[in-house]
């Protein structure tokens, strides 16, 4: 054998035993500190993984904490805001109730200082002849 | 892993996962392989294994899910053990992402470090000890080497990995694989002789 190729076997060596070492220690962290973990749970791992990317009983979890947000924020923002419409809708439903009644009142006092009708139409009469006057020869 | 019996009857495993997936013929495939995948996942975490064997575990798990679909990519005339450590490898480089990205798992992972580094294994305490610092060395250093460069030394040289197949993994020609293989090895060597490891 070349020296080269011990060298490289000894190195081989070195990390696989570093490696072991390694990987010991984290199936001893993942049996709970006895050795020996075994494939037979790790096959069972596989068959089901821990993080799977899509499993069925995470989504259902997923849209009922969805929907139950979409609910609280409803009841943090609509209910508010409807209480808030209704109080403007109240409001503007009053003012406009005053309103009527001033234009009422101040109607009525306009209609009660309006002259009788016979004034009215002697006014008319004069307007009339100012605008055709009959003293002028044609 | 070359030449090994057991290979035929790894390909014929796949060939059943891939076919009906067989979950008996994946768990056997698990089974075979788990602690040689185990080791390869150690070498390419590195340092971050032996901080954290938690995250071994998680990259671990992701690396056999992602096998779940990834087998139907293997091509019966390379060994498995490669494919399979060519799944895993990836599987671990992007949960060392992850891992870097969350750093607020530090904490946890010191603890989890400070255990698996000082309890070893219980049946020679300072020859555990003594092991696991040893580990902790040559792992840092494998850290230093980068990827794909410590992967193909690892596979290579620990597991006895070919060229032909490292090349077919990992996408690159056979005499790209030998002379990353060489400078590696030299860039490895230095870098143990600067922290006082002799092989």
Known sequence: MRRDDVRDKALGALLRRAAETAAEASEKVRSGGALGYGAAHLEGAVASPRHPRFSPGRFRVRIVGAAALAACLAAAIVVPALARFRADRELLSSAAEHLSRSLIRESSSFLAELPAASELEAAAADWAGSLFRTDIDL | ?199
């Open chain 2, 1 to 199: 892993m070359n030449g090994d019996p057991g290979s035929a009857a790894d390909r014929e495993n796949v060939h059943r996962w891939n076919a009906g997936r067989d979950s008996e013929a994946f768990a056997a495939l698990v089974r075979r392989y788990d602690p040689a995948l185990r080791r390869v996942a150690a070498a390419v975490l590195g340092s971050a294994a032996r901080r954290d064997p938690g995250l071994l575990e998680d990259a671990l798990q992701e690396g056999y899910r992602r096998m779940l679909d990834a087998l139907r990519g293997y091509r019966a005339e390379s060994e498995p053990f490669v494919f399979l450590a060519g799944v895993v490898r990836r599987a671990c480089l992007d949960t060392l992402r992850k891992e870097t990205r969350a750093r607020g798992r530090t904490e946890r992972a010191a603890v989890l470090g400070a255990a698996g580094g000082t309890e070893g294994t219980g049946r020679d305490p300072a020859g555990d000890a003594e092991r696991a610092i040893l580990a902790d060395r040559v792992l840092a250093a494998l850290d230093r080497l980068g990827d794909p460069d410590r992967s193909l030394v690892y596979l290579r040289d620990a597991e006895g990995a070919s060229v032909a197949e490292l090349a077919d993994a990992f996408r690159m020609p056979e005499g790209t694989v030998k002379s990353r293989l060489a400078r590696a090895r030299t860039r490895l060597r230095g870098i143990l002789a600067e922290e006082g490891v002799e092989p």
